[in-house]
Each structure stands twice: as structure tokens, then as C-alpha cells.
């Protein structure tokens, strides 16, 4: 049996992650792949947690970074390795880039990050979306989350980007119409799927 794939979209809230996840999928399908769109934090018990948390802005950074690496085991053994050894191609909205791009801008180290994520599958493509994080706001509805606020997502982008540019991530400008960023996702997933 072939393996699966296994795909990241990241991005910070409001570029479209979610959007170009369900329309990738959609894509995909169409080409005869089994996939599964998932996400995190995850529906699980701990994600459910972490959301509560972070909407009450409780916590630490250090307590922020442990609880998201425990949703991501879980996520990781029983979501993402299954499928993919069973040959579906699997794409998530956010997995490890999150953590260490949004708890380092919060001030952790991306080593100790890093390190408390080890059992993370490394995905075969990661995209990272950019958004100028005013258009981002923009596009979301009210929150209380942090980090929903234009300096916080400034900071956030930045090392995204860094972080894109060092680990060699394609980057797609979300900034535009939702049919012209498809495409060029597709094109992304094109060479992975079918070395285009």
C-alpha cells in the first residue's frame, strides 16, 4: 500500500488556513486521493481545554506551549500516523510551526519548544500563508485571544516568516482573492503529489 501525505497550512488567525484547507481537500478528492482535513487544536479533551484557556487568558506561556504539545501527541499518534500509513493524504490547519512561532513570541526559547515537540512527525510539505495582520483582523470576528490584536500578529507573522525562510516553507500571499491563493497552493501540492 502507497503512504499517504502529510500536509501543514500555517498561518497566523485570519490568513486563511482553515478556508484553504477544506478547498485543498476539495481539490484532491477530485483527483481520486483519500484525504482527511484535520485541525488544532483539536476537538480532543485537551484542545477543548486550551481553548478555554486561552479565551480566559489564563496561564503561562510555559503551561500554553505543554498543553498544545500534549493535544499534538494525541493528535499525532491517533489522527495523523494512522491514516498516513494507511495512504490517505492528510492536511492540517496548524501543527508544530504554531507552537513555536506563537510561543516564541510570547518569549520561550525555540529549542526547549522544540524539544518538548521531538515525537512530532515531520509533515512531507508545510505552506505557510502570509496575511498583513491588519487584513487578518479584519476578516475575524471579535475574540478576547491574546493574540488578536495588530502588534501581537506583527510579531507573530515576522518569525513566521523567518521561520519559513530558514526551514525553505513556500509562502503564498493570502492578501489577494481566495481563487488566486488556491492555485497557487495547488501548484505547491502539484510538485508534491506528482513532482510537477
Not at 5 to 19: K, M, R
Not at 56 to 68: Q, T
Not at 103 to 116: T, V
Not at 125 to 146: G, N, Q
Request: hydrophobic fraction near 40%; aromatic fraction near 8%.
Amino acid at each position: 500500500m502507497k503512504k499517504g501525505n502529510f500536509i501543514v497550512l500555517e498561518g497566523i488567525d485570519g490568513s486563511g488556513t482553515t478556508t484553504h484547507s477544506h478547498k485543498l481537500a476539495e481539490w484532491i478528492k477530485r483527483k481520486n486521493y483519500e484525504v482527511v482535513v484535520t485541525a488544532e487544536p483539536t476537538d480532543s479533551p485537551i484542545g477543548k481545554l486550551i481553548r478555554s484557556y486561552l479565551l480566559s487568558c489564563g496561564g503561562s506561556p510555559e503551561v500554553h506551549a505543554l498543553l498544545f504539545a500534549a493535544d499534538r501527541a494525541e493528535h499525532t499518534q491517533r489522527v495523523i500516523e494512522p491514516l498516513v500509513k494507511r495512504g490517505t493524504i492528510v492536511i492540517s490547519d496548524r501543527y508544530v510551526e504554531s507552537s513555536i512561532v506563537y510561543q516564541a513570541a510570547e518569549g520561550l526559547d525555540i529549542g526547549w519548544i522544540e524539544s518538548i515537540n521531538k515525537f512530532a512527525v515531520e509533515p512531507d510539505l508545510t505552506i505557510f500563508l502570509s496575511v498583513d495582520p491588519e487584513v487578518a483582523l479584519a476578516r475575524k470576528r471579535k475574540s478576547e485571544e491574546k493574540f488578536e490584536n495588530v502588534e501581537s500578529l506583527k510579531k507573530v507573522r515576522r518569525i513566521y516568516l523567518e521561520r519559513a525562510k530558514v526551514k525553505e516553507y513556500p509562502v503564498v500571499n493570502t492578501n489577494r482573492p481566495v481563487e488566486i491563493v488556491h492555485k497557487e497552493i495547488v501548484r505547491c501540492v502539484e510538485t508534491l503529489l506528482f513532482g510537477a
